[in-house]
Antibody
Framework: EVQLLESGGDLVQPGGSLRLSCAAS????????VNWVRQAPGKGLEWVSTISGSGDTTYYADSVKGRFTISRDNPKNTLYLQMNSLRAEDTAVYYC?????????????????WGQGTLVTVSS | DIQMTQSPSSLSASVGDRVTITCRAS??????LNWYQQKPGKAPKLLIY???SLQSGVPSRFSGSGSGSDFTLTISSLQPEDFATYYCQQSYSTPSITFGQGTRLEIK
């Protein structure tokens, strides 16, 4: 059974940093691209970042480019999101979600499995 | 960015009703359109990919159609567990994918 389990969400002050983790199980982690998708309270879904299965290709939404860094540790089956220079508008539940392909930039991709999410609150 | 617009934003329906939700893209996206269901406090769940392909394990009362810029999600006979929020998502401009704003389906 595919499982994705996020952790690391917390209350952080504006300008602060936080690292999220997503532990994967039930599939060959290194064979699939994975993503972070967020949802602000009471709002819709927003794609944040994608990393390829090998970890050599990454993509970011304009809203987080230059502040967030996605990475993965394939031997540990874990995905990360390093979040720096946090803003109030980054407050959201952050989900990790996998693609059914190893390539993150492939047209036609979709999120076939999601974690349960972890809440990040940016407030003073 | 490709904008995705869903209609209606919310609707009320009864168990057994046939329901259709529409999603329109700001440009043509071929059939690169996916649908998700989200229940309160839960993660989204994939229902339909590539406009009309049913994800494994999803009941057959869910169906999707459309191509180009106009798409629909249809639930043929609403069940109590179907009351949720539904999102469309375009994957034409991957990696920069975008979602619709969501359609909240409530019990009448």
């Amino acid at each position: 059974e595919v499982q994705l389990l996020e952790s690391g969400g917390d209350l952080v002050q504006p300008g602060g940093s936080l690292r999220l983790s997503c532990a994967a199980s039930g599939f060959t982690f290194s064979s699939y691209a994975v993503n972070w998708v967020r949802q602000a309270p009471g709002k819709g879904l927003e794609w944040v970042s994608t990393i390829s299965g090998s970890g050599d290709t990454t993509y970011y939404a304009d809203s987080v480019k230059g502040r967030f860094t996605i990475s993965r540790d394939n031997p540990k089956n874990t995905l990360y999101l390093q979040m720096n220079s946090l803003r109030a508008e980054d407050t959201a539940v952050y989900y990790c979600a996998k693609y059914p392909t190893t390539v993150g930039g492939k047209t036609g991709n979709y999120f076939d499995y999601w974690g349960q999410g972890t809440l990040v609150t940016v407030s003073s | 960015d490709i904008q995705m617009t869903q209609s209606p934003s919310s609707l009320s329906a009864s168990v057994g009703d046939r329901v259709t939700i529409t999603c329109r893209a700001s440009q043509t996206i071929s059939s690169y359109l996916n649908w998700y269901q989200q229940k309160p406090g839960k993660a989204p769940k994939l229902l339909i990919y590539a406009a009309s392909s049913l994800q494994s394990g999803v009941p057959s009362r869910f169906s999707g159609s459309g191509s180009g810029s106009d798409f629909t999600l249809t639930i043929s006979s609403l069940q109590p567990e179907d009351f949720a929020t539904y999102y469309c998502q375009q994957s034409y401009s991957t990696p920069s994918i975008t979602f619709g704003q969501g359609t909240r389906l409530e019990i009448k």
